[in-house]
């Protein structure tokens, strides 16, 4: 069993839905080691809930934390092989350790980009997930969008849901998408309806 496309997993906080993902064959699973997050996580609660998972790759996701802190962290988690954060420079500070780097962009940041920080990007091999604060994706958007994704890898995290994921996919010729995990209502019971609705419709038959 495979998914159609590329998938990342923002902010995991438990053990449901992180096996759930993994058993799925989503790409990657993040978890936030930003203080400030309100999805964070300590290195002890990746440790447990990582402990259990198999075949996926782990993600430590930052959004402002400086070098020092991020290494700090990773010198307790080695099970990490990517890195997200919002800074190029750090991205790339990390990239030079092994990490694989993902850079977090809101759609005006990207339209702010100039070409020489494109051509940076397709060179250093980052990928993008873009997260708006809105739900939403305009049209400007989509045409930049498509443009963009000749160029770079994007991780389209907004304005997906089970309706148009297909159809998103296939016109802007994403290299993937991102969504954010559910929260624990008690042990062993999230609530990721949505989630799980489009990884099931992006599910690839044997």
């Not at 030079?96 to 005006?108: A, N, R």
Request: aromatic share 8%.
């Amino acid at each position: 069993m495979a998914l159609r496309t590329f998938v990342k997993i923002n902010g995991i906080t438990n053990l449901t839905d992180a096996r759930y993902c993994s058993g799925m064959y989503v790409n990657l699973l993040g978890f936030s080691f930003e203080n400030q997050s309100d999805r964070f996580i300590s290195p002890d609660t990746f440790k447990e809930i990582s402990g259990w998972l198999s075949g996926v790759d782990f993600v430590a996701e930052f959004d402002s934390a400086n070098s020092e802190s991020i290494q700090n962290i990773l010198d307790q988690l080695p099970e990490i092989t990517w890195i997200e954060h919002k800074n190029i420079d750090t991205l790339l500070h990390f990239k030079e350790k092994g990490l694989q780097p993902i850079l977090k962009l809101s759609s005006l940041e990207l339209q702010e980009f100039s070409q020489d920080t494109l051509s940076q990007l397709k060179d250093s091999e980052i990928l993008i997930h873009l997260a708006n604060d809105q739900n939403a994706i305009e049209e400007e958007e989509n045409k930049l969008l498509l443009a963009l994704s000749k160029e770079i890898k994007i991780l389209l995290g907004t304005g997906i849901n089970s309706s148009n994921v297909e159809r998103k996919l296939d016109e802007l010729r994403l290299f993937g998408i991102a969504m954010t995990g559910g929260d624990e209502i008690k042990p062993g019971l999230t609530d990721f309806n949505e989630l799980a609705d489009i990884l099931e419709i992006l599910e690839l038959e044997d």
